[in-house]
């Protein structure tokens, strides 16, 4: 099938450019996974909270927007499972599970699937649509995250709030901005080769 071909099928994804195969499917998970893993790493501690601010969310964002919505999960599956084995790939060279911020892997999961479905509808492929995507897999990661970042620590909702998501709502808006341009413009460029 060519780049073309797929570009003005419905439904399609990045990963779609590709030629089908199991062996694609597998290396596209895997590769979600070390990039979250890799983006991850890239984490700056925030004074009074336990939730680092870092790369993995957008990374989670785009490998869902990328893959879709079933290669989007397992790759973030994945990505937590290994994790949670010892794999010291969460912020900050973390693992395990009993941390206060595996909330927000869990919501990663579930974001990465629900902006995957959102791609398969075109959302990423204008900048006010990707724009839309990113805030809702955001607001998706942040309800999981800051009620499980309140269980852990025994913080209220309130407390919460204030230390797992108001610090970050900057840092979310410029990295929606940044796939707002990313994401339109790889199927632009795409649309000029096929």
Request: aromatic content about 6%; overall charge positive; hydrophobic content about 55%.
């Amino acid at each position: 099938m060519s780049a073309a071909s797929v570009i003005s099928r419905p439904g399609a994804v990045l990963a779609d450019l590709l030629p089908a195969s199991r062996t694609k499917d597998i290396a596209l998970v895997v590769g979600g996974a070390a990039l979250t893993g890799i983006a991850a790493q890239i984490a700056v501690p925030v004074p009074g909270s336990p939730v680092p601010v870092s790369g993995q969310t957008f990374a989670a964002l785009l490998v869902g927007t990328a893959l879709g919505a079933r290669r989007g999960f397992l790759a973030l599956a994945l990505y937590a499972v290994a994790g949670m084995a010892g794999v010291p790939w969460f912020a900050q060279a973390t693992s395990g599970f009993g941390m206060p911020s595996f909330g927000y892997i869990l919501g990663m999961m579930l974001a990465a699937t629900v902006v995957g479905a959102l791609a398969r509808g075109g959302a990423d492929r204008s900048a006010v649509r990707t724009a839309g995507a990113m805030a809702a897999g955001s607001v998706i990661i942040y309800a999981v995250g800051v009620p499980y970042l309140a269980l852990a620590t025994g913080m209220t909702l309130s407390q919460a709030v204030a230390a797992g998501l108001t610090p970050f709502l900057i840092g979310d808006a410029l990295k929606a901005a940044l796939a707002m341009g990313a994401l339109p413009a790889a199927w632009k460029l795409i649309g000029r080769r096929g």
